[in-house]
Each structure stands twice: as structure tokens, then as C-alpha cells.
């Protein structure tokens, strides 16, 4: 038997820089792992009636902690919809049933990172799938071998499976390393909402293609402003669309000070170029990070297509005190106070 961990994550910056002719959207961002995760167990089972389906060699069940304290498991649909049956499939199918049809997997899901949520859950779960597997049937595939494979299920599976602090760029198949995150504490709080990936890209997709872009007096589409403080300047930059101004990520600044080990060179470049459509319809999310702003964050920002709002504290305890204040509201579903991984 073999246990993973799949772990969330967060967008340190997020920036859409095109899109390419078959829909998949080119990005550059910056990713974190955080230390909440969905527990992953896996372990072999023979099938008697050498069934040739993959439905009966594969068995994938839930526990669900959000929703019960008790130990029973629900059996979760195999399917297109369902990532760790598809990556399942996809190894067994290539690697262990040519040899061995008689073999299956059980897999249980112990469900602890929010559905739908903009931490990557699911992403998450298939890259703890690959990672699973590949220890479980002895494979010998690299993690480059799992990437190659992931990126044809999702975007963020090639992350995942990396983990850590990244740069991901392209459609997130094109992945450099980074210097861990300084040390802080990061409070997640998940809305009583939820925002599907595609939903938010393509509402990306219309603001931009719906307000013709315009050219500025100086004969610019983009214009830049110096921001002062904490005895450090830099300059923000903003592509124009209509009567909208869109903050541009400064993706190179962040890298820069993640290698300099600035927590507050990171936290002064947070942006996501994903939350002027998704917290528009949800103002819940401004709220949010009004709150934990006032609370003592460094800085508050939404996680990838949200709704989750996080927000990185300098310590542990002014986050605490910051999560007790919010869980107050109304708003929302689940808290969290970790740090990164």
C-alpha cells in the first residue's frame, strides 16, 4: 500500500498573456504549494474474471472531511470528469495491463482541499495519481515522464507533480524552479461559493475581446505607475481595455525578489489578472481580503480562477487572531492557517 499527499496550491501572480488556436490559454505565473492537502492511499487488487473493462480494475473511494467525521467511504464515478481515474487508466492501461490484466488499483481520496476552489485540488489529486501508481506498480517513470503525461490531462498537473515555489509558463508545461518562499504564515479562506476554472477564463477571455483595446494619448495601449513604499519603489504597469484598467502582473519582479529572499518584494507584486472577472460577479472576495488586510496581511489576493482569497502574514499569530475574525462572517465555507511547502 502506498500513501501520497496531494497538496494546494496558490498563485503568487497570474498573468494571461495569449491564447493559443487550440483554447488552451498561455500563462505566466508564479505557484506555491501550501500545507493542505487531500490524502491519497493506494494499494493493488486482483481481478478474478480477467475483466477487459477498466471500470472493474479500478475502484476509487471518498472520505469526505468536510462533510463527516465518520469513516465511511462513498465510491466515487469512474469517467472523463473524474482526473484520478483518468490518470489511473492512462497507466494502467500503458504500463501494467499489457503484462498483467489480472491487476487492478484501489484508490481512497481523503478530501480536505475545497472543490472548485482555485488551489488546484483536482490537478493535485491526478498528479498524486502519477506519483502513486508509478511507486506502487514499480514503473521506474521520472518525473519528467509524468509531467509529459499530465500536461494532456491539465494545465497545473505538471506543478503539481513538481510542487514547491515555480514559475510556470506557456500553457504550465514550462516549469523553472524557484528559491522557497520566505518564511510566513498563509491564511486561506474558501467563500460559500464556487467559481469553475472555464467559467472565469472565458469571462477573461470576453472582457478583453468585448472592450477594443485603446490607445493612450502618449500612443500606448499600456501605461506604468511608480508605487513608493516600505523604502522600496517599483513600477506598476496596466494594459487599457475601454473604460477598464488592468493591473499587468510583474511576474520578472517577483522571481527577482523570491531569489533576494524579500517577502515583502513578493507580497507588494501579488496580482491576478483572473479576479477583475471573478470578483466582479463575487464581492465577496474584495471583502474578504479588505478584512484580512485590515486584520495584519502583508498582502490579500485571490488564488488562480477562485474564489479563495488568501493572505500572507509576517507570523503565525497575527494570522490566528486574523482567522478567528473572519470565520465571524457569514461568508464563509472553510479556513485555513498553514505556510507554504
Known amino acids: 500500500m502506498i500513501k501520497k499527499k496531494a497538496y494546494a496550491k496558490v498563485n503568487l501572480t497570474l498573468d494571461i498573456?495569449?491564447?493559443?488556436?487550440?483554447?488552451?490559454?498561455?500563462v505566466r505565473m508564479v505557484m506555491q504549494s501550501v500545507d493542505v492537502a487531500d490524502i491519497l492511499t493506494f494499494k493493488k487488487i486482483e481481478i478474478d474474471n480477467h475483466s477487459d473493462s477498466s471500470d472493474d480494475r479500478i475502484s476509487i473511494r471518498l472520505f469526505d472531511k468536510r462533510n463527516t467525521d465518520s469513516d465511511e467511504l462513498g465510491t466515487l464515478p469512474n469517467g472523463p470528469d473524474n482526473l484520478i481515474y483518468r490518470v489511473a487508466s492512462l497507466l494502467m492501461e500503458k504500463y501494467v495491463w499489457p503484462g498483467h490484466p489480472e491487476s487492478g488499483v484501489e484508490i481512497t481520496l481523503e478530501k480536505n482541499i475545497p472543490i472548485a476552489a482555485g488551489l488546484a485540488g483536482g490537478s493535485s489529486d491526478a498528479a498524486a495519481t502519477f506519483k502513486g501508481i508509478n511507486e506502487l506498480f514499480e514503473l521506474g517513470l521520472m518525473d519528467g515522464d509524468l509531467m509529459e503525461m499530465g500536461v494532456k490531462l491539465g494545465a497545473d498537473i505538471p506543478y503539481c507533480i513538481m510542487g514547491g515555489t515555480a514559475l510556470s509558463e506557456g500553457i504550465g508545461e514550462k516549469l523553472t524552479r524557484l528559491p522557497s518562499l520566505p518564511d510566513c504564515t498563509i491564511l486561506l479562506a474558501k467563500p460559500n461559493i464556487s467559481v469553475s476554472t472555464g467559467e472565469a477564463y472565458g469571462g477573461y477571455d470576453r472582457l478583453v475581446s468585448e472592450k477594443?483595446?485603446?490607445?493612450?494619448?502618449?500612443?500606448?495601449?499600456?501605461?506604468?505607475?511608480?508605487?513608493?513604499?516600505?523604502?522600496?519603489?517599483?513600477?506598476?504597469?496596466y494594459r487599457i481595455y475601454g473604460d477598464r484598467k488592468l493591473e499587468i502582473p510583474d511576474v520578472d519582479g517577483q522571481v527577482d525578489a523570491i531569489y533576494a529572499g524579500s517577502l515583502r518584494g513578493v507580497t507588494e507584486r501579488m496580482a491576478n489578472v483572473l479576479e477583475y472577472v471573478t470578483a466582479e460577479k463575487h464581492p465577496e472576495i474584495k471583502?474578504?481580503?479588505?478584512?484580512?488586510?485590515?486584520?495584519?496581511?502583508m498582502k490579500a489576493m485571490m488564488s488562480g480562477s477562485g474564489p479563495t482569497v488568501y493572505g500572507i502574514f509576517e507570523d503565525r499569530e497575527t494570522a490566528e487572531r486574523a482567522a478567528s475574525e473572519i470565520e465571524k462572517l457569514d461568508i464563509v465555507e472553510q479556513l485555513f492557517v498553514t505556510q507554504g511547502k
Not at 485603446?214 to 513600477?235: C, D, H, N, P, T
Not at 471583502?287 to 496581511?297: P, Q, V
Request: glycine share 14%; no cysteine; hydrophobic share 30%.
Open 287 to 297: 471583502m474578504l481580503e479588505e478584512k484580512m488586510m485590515e486584520l495584519g496581511a
Open 212 to 237: 477594443k483595446q485603446v490607445e493612450l494619448s502618449s500612443g500606448r495601449s499600456i501605461i506604468g505607475e511608480l508605487i513608493s513604499g516600505s523604502g522600496a519603489s517599483y513600477k506598476k504597469t
Open 17 to 26: 498573456t495569449g491564447r493559443r488556436e487550440d483554447g488552451y490559454h498561455l
